[in-house]
T-cell receptor, first 115, second 115 residues
Framework: QKEVEQDPGPLSVPEGAIVSLNCTYS??????FMWYRQYSRKGPELLMY????GNKEDGRFTAQVDKSSKYISLFIRDSQPSDSATYLC???????????????FGKGTKLTVNP | NAGVTQTPKFQVLKTGQSMTLQCAQD?????MYWYRQDPGMGLRLIYY???????DKGEVPNGYNVSRLNKREFSLRLESAAPSQTSVYFC??????????????FGNGTRLTVT
């Protein structure tokens, strides 16, 4: 079983739709959870960052972590064509709690929002 | 503020040729990384430098060498290029090692083709 699994898509939605992107993981030591957004022919950029469990909201974006299910999600409300990109989840452990600081990436989900 | 700058943006090599990919960051970050990104494989860590003066192998180091020239610059060298090294190469930096509580900042990549 891979440490981090992410459905590569592609995912195509109409403008204004609610988008749900997900990753599952197997390493229970993961404590830090991130979502990176990568536009075509650009480098990834950090979009959302969460420590441990719970929700975090930033504008139209909400990140959720369910450590009991080893499942993280990124929700995009009122999706826009400018949200079209590949979204990569990433996670790592907490070195102060015996986890590895090595960052493990999902393979990315390609999203297209159609006008 | 340029962030992470990679040169060149594109390169075509013949099998057996050598080249050096350059990376510089202006954020005074301690840690720097080289990743490659291939379709269906996601981001894979080649080498990293946790701090100036140190380098370590990542997941796929074979065929590559690195030099942490100073705090700002981290270069990746292909001594004898092979078609399997055709990829997009990303340099990244972070304030502290691992990218867990110190997110990674990526450059925009070098697209390398080896024929």
């Amino acid at each position: 079983q891979k440490e981090v699994e992410q459905d590569p898509g592609p995912l195509s939605v109409p403008e204004g739709a609610i988008v749900s992107l997900n990753c599952t993981y197997s390493n229970s030591a993961f404590q830090y959870f991130m979502w990176y957004r990568q536009y075509s022919r650009k480098g990834p950029e950090l979009l959302m960052y969460t420590y441990s469990s719970g929700n975090k909201e930033d504008g139209r974006f909400t990140a959720q972590v369910d450590k009991s299910s080893k499942y993280i999600s990124l929700f995009i409300r009122d999706s826009q064509p400018s949200d079209s990109a590949t979204y990569l989840c990433a996670m790592s452990g907490n070195p102060t709690q015996g986890g590895s600081e090595k960052l493990v990436f999902g393979k990315g989900t390609k999203l297209t929002v159609n006008p | 503020n340029a962030g992470v700058t990679q040169t060149p943006k594109f390169q075509v090599l013949k099998t057996g040729q050598s080249m050096t990919l350059q990376c510089a960051q202006d954020m005074n970050h301690n840690s720097m990384y080289w990743y490659r990104q291939d379709p269906g494989m996601g981001l894979r860590l080649i080498y990293y430098s946790a701090s100036e003066g140190t380098t370590d192998k990542g997941e796929v180091p074979n065929g590559y060498n690195v030099s942490r020239l100073n705090k700002r610059e981290f270069s990746l060298r292909l001594e004898s290029a092979a078609p399997s090294q055709t990829s997009v190469y990303f340099c990244a930096s972070s304030e502290s090692p691992g990218g867990s509580n110190s997110p990674l900042h990526f450059g925009n990549g070098t697209r390398l083709t080896v024929t």
